[in-house]
């Protein structure tokens, strides 16, 4: 399992690189990665360029499709990965879960894609496993402009893990918190603080 980071959003209402502002005294990607360490030796920041995380511990890839959106940044992940599945999330998501991690990796040897779903229908294709059968039909997304990872969904062997199981390992939902704006970041820090992060 190849765990990919994608770390090459403008941050365009955060103002500044999200993936380094700090969360409990750690760049947000750090963070990232140190949860992805546990579960791969195969680390991929898809990024527009090396800087400023050539340091850290993970082969820094360009995207593919520059200006294509995460549905080119995973293509990209994939595409540079060196096994067969790949364990996608955001570099703005300081609170993953091992366990719902974990479990999302077991289910996926036998689909193309495991993916959280919840019970309103909204998913998170952001935190997601997605295997090497994905990239033909994104790659036809790709070329055709259609930038919505969930439109390749049909065409693939999908197992969406439900709200009842992401319940079970993470009742507070705190893996899917991504930080897009400063009051994200504020709150981030906040809930850092009352883990008893400094």
Known sequence: MTGIVLAGGQ?????????VVEVGGVPLIERVLAHLRALSD????VANGPEPYSSLGGRVVGDEWPG??????I???LRAGRYERGLVVACDMPFLNA?????MIDLSREYDVVMPRFDDGRMEPLHAVYGRACLAPMEAQLRQ???????????LRVRY???SEIDALDPQHLSFFNVNTRQDLERARALAAEAGEE
């Open 68 to 73: 294509m959106g995460s549905l080119g940044g």
């Open 11 to 19: 941050s365009r209402r955060l103002g500044t690189n999200k993936a």
């Open 161 to 163: 893990l439900t709200q």
């Open 145 to 155: 402009g259609d930038l919505r990872i969930i439109n390749i969904l049909p065409h």
């Open 42 to 45: 195969d680390l991929v920041i």
């Open 75 to 77: 293509y990209s992940g």
């Open 99 to 103: 366990r719902l991690l974990r479990r």
